[in-house]
């Protein structure tokens, strides 16, 4: 996903340098992108929050048996690379909305 999206961000990037011809079809097909982007967020977001959820509940019940402490750790290592990619879809989602302002102004030229 990671390489798709920056190929599309690329993609846009080098139509906005030139004039687009078809200004109103680049914007319905960069619309519907940006819907499947916001869609593959909230997965992650969801996932983030779930392995971020379990790990503090790994934590919290190795007060009880300390075998927990080795899953909560287990957790961590899986969430970190959870949230890095969270925020790399989140930036790029941001940025996506900036270019379909971009392709609005060329439009209303």
């Known amino acids: 996903m990671k390489k798709y999206l920056k190929e599309y961000v690329e993609h846009i990037d080098n139509l906005l340098k030139d004039d687009i011809?078809?200004?109103d079809e680049e914007i319905k097909?960069?619309?519907?992108?940006?819907g499947y982007f916001q869609?593959?967020?909230?997965?992650h977001l969801l996932v983030t929050l779930a392995y971020a959820i379990l790990s503090i509940m790994a934590f919290v019940a190795s007060t009880h048996t300390p075998m927990f402490?080795?899953?909560g750790i287990i957790l961590i290592f899986f969430l970190i690379p959870y949230v890095l990619h969270y925020f790399f879809l989140e930036n790029n989602v941001q940025y996506l909305y900036k270019q379909y302002d971009k392709m609005l102004e060329m439009?209303?030229?």
Do not use: Y
């Open 69 to 71: 402490v080795f899953v």
């Open 21 to 23: 011809e078809n200004i």
């Open 39 to 43: 869609h593959e967020r909230l997965v």
């Open 107 to 109: 439009k209303n030229k």
């Open 29 to 34: 097909k960069h619309l519907i992108k940006i």
